[in-house]
């Protein structure tokens, strides 16, 4: 019994370096998901079409930025195993593919966005409730959507920089950003929303303002820190002298990262076809959804965090070529990240019946907000390990086996149980709710033997020709 936990934990010096990898990423996004929390309840203070028009306009904006990750993912797959092996060019070239990528990518999101967003948008909005009006909710989605397209291409060059300085173990800079971000975005909030200060009462516009101001701030700070360091970080010296990538590793990256791209795609469209297969319930769920998923972003920080943690830590082991190591140390960290948010599910169940009664809305929705944090609560160490499971695989490049265990999984048995059981089932909404919630224990058996395995463990850079 001892030696076995003995391989699931670690020593002082084993935290003290995960911690070191995790906390500062745990702390940007804990930061922005608390003030996004904050922003939310602003919003929520307002009315609750104008949140629920906010949340629909985001659950639209969460493809893009899940979609620019799986973007950035493939290729810092190659940049996280350049570093482990000390391969300045190898990372600089990684780093021009990302920008030509996700700029291309940016152009064709704003381009569907601003011209179907009032499309898209009323795929959430039913009248199946008596809360709230669906007219004046997809109204003040569209507004809030047309100026956050402002934001998304100083959102994808701050994600840029931030995952290229993560994989180089520098986790604080990003943070710092992010943490300046975040006040302006709180701070401006207060003023355009309610209108203070002598500024205008602007809202949801004021909400969307807000946030692609902090956008360009967050940008700016990481993209001017980084290049006032070039000599700790050369992948940055010369690298907009020219945006050529070598076909040899744009070829690599397509081949292992594209299987990570398409699957962020799928996976957050997917989040986005059972928000719409739970929406047709009625605005009272989309309002409620939108409460339970504010204060679950806030204590998910440390899941997500240790996630980014194993794809750092064990790509580099993977890179340098210590192979027993890298499994040695994923165990620990994957150990460490449910055990972790079982003590966090707990803080969570306890605070379902206080968060909703923060909203100016309907009980109908207070109470419904309630059930489902508490479902988010109980599911927490699940996501925890599936999320640990996900990184793992990324790690050892293998993409295509991640692709099936997350949007495949969720394409094939999440969506279609979601889909009848909400169009033909007539389950109330916290039954079909629960019910498609379950099945990922069923991934959980899957990511478990996938592990356990070690079909993960291997070197993709080491004959790379950067």
Same mark, same amino acid.
């Given at each position: ?29 804990? /930061? ?13 203070? /307002? ?15 969460? $493809? ?18 350049f570093f482990g092996s000390r391969n ?19 152009? $064709? ?15 959430? #909005? ?11 909710? #997809? *109204? ?55 209108? *203070?200060?002598? !500024? ?29 360091r070039a000599e700790k970080f050369p ?48 605005? &009272? ?32 082991? #993977?890179? !340098? ?16 990240? /449910? ?10 169940? #306890? ?36 999320? &640990? ?13 991640t692709f099936f265990f997350d949007s ?34 069923? *991934? ?23």
């Open positions: 019994m001892c030696e076995n936990m003995g391989k699931l934990i670690g020593d002082k010096n084993f935290y003290k370096m995960a911690l070191a990898v995790a906390v500062p990423i745990m702390v940007q996004n804990g /930061v922005t998901n608390f003030v996004s929390m904050i922003d939310n309840i602003m919003i929520g203070r /307002v009315g609750t079409e104008q949140m629920s028009g906010v949340a629909v306009a985001n659950q639209l904006m969460f $493809v893009f930025n899940v979609s620019t990750f799986g973007m950035l993912s493939g290729a810092g797959i190659f940049g996280a195993q300045a060019e190898g990372q600089r070239n990684t780093f021009r593919f990302k920008i030509v990528s996700m700029m291309l990518f940016a152009f $064709v999101w704003i381009l569907v966005l601003y011209n179907k967003g009032d499309t898209l948008i009323p795929l959430y #909005l039913h009248g199946n409730s008596e809360v709230g009006s669906v007219e004046e909710t #997809l *109204k003040y989605g569209v507004a809030y959507l047309r100026i956050m397209l402002i934001g998304m291409v100083p959102f994808a060059f701050a994600q840029i920089y931030a995952g290229t300085l993560r994989e180089c173990s520098e986790t604080v800079a990003p943070m710092r950003a992010g943490i300046a971000a975040v006040v302006t975005n709180t701070v401006l909030n207060y003023i355009l929303i309610f209108g *203070k200060f002598g !500024a205008p009462r602007l809202g949801v516009q004021g909400a969307a303002i807000a946030t692609v101001t902090s956008r360009f701030v967050e940008s700016a700070a990481i993209m001017i820190w980084t290049h006032r992948f940055i010296k010369g690298a907009y002298q020219s945006l050529r990538v070598p076909g040899s590793l744009v070829k690599k990256i397509l081949i292992k990262g594209s299987p990570l791209m398409v699957n962020e795609f799928l996976w957050s469209f997917g989040m986005a076809m059972l928000a719409q297969c739970y929406s047709l319930y009625g605005l &009272s769920v989309v309002a409620a959804q939108n409460i339970s998923s504010t204060i679950s972003n806030v204590c998910n920080v440390a899941w997500l965090a240790m996630g980014d943690a194993i794809a750092i830590i064990v790509g580099q082991l #993977l890179g !340098a070529g210590k192979m027993e190591e890298a499994k040695d140390t994923d165990r620990k960290l994957i150990f460490f990240s /449910v055990t972790s948010c079982l003590l966090l599910s707990v803080a969570l169940f #306890l605070l379902a019946p206080v968060f909703p009664k923060i909203y100016e809305t309907a009980d109908e929705v207070r109470a419904l907000a309630t059930r489902f944090i508490l479902v988010g609560a109980c599911m927490m160490p699940f996501q925890a390990f599936l999320h &640990s499971a996900y990184f793992t695989l990324r790690s050892g490049g293998k993409t295509g086996i495949g999984f969720m394409w094939l048995c999440s969506i279609p149980v979601a889909f009848v059981l909400s169009r033909y089932s007539g389950l109330p909404i916290l039954a079909t709710y629960i019910i498609c919630q379950s099945l990922d224990f069923l *991934k959980c058996i899957v990511g478990f033997v996938l592990v356990k395995k070690g079909v993960w463990i291997q070197n993709i850079v080491s004959e790379s020709n950067a």
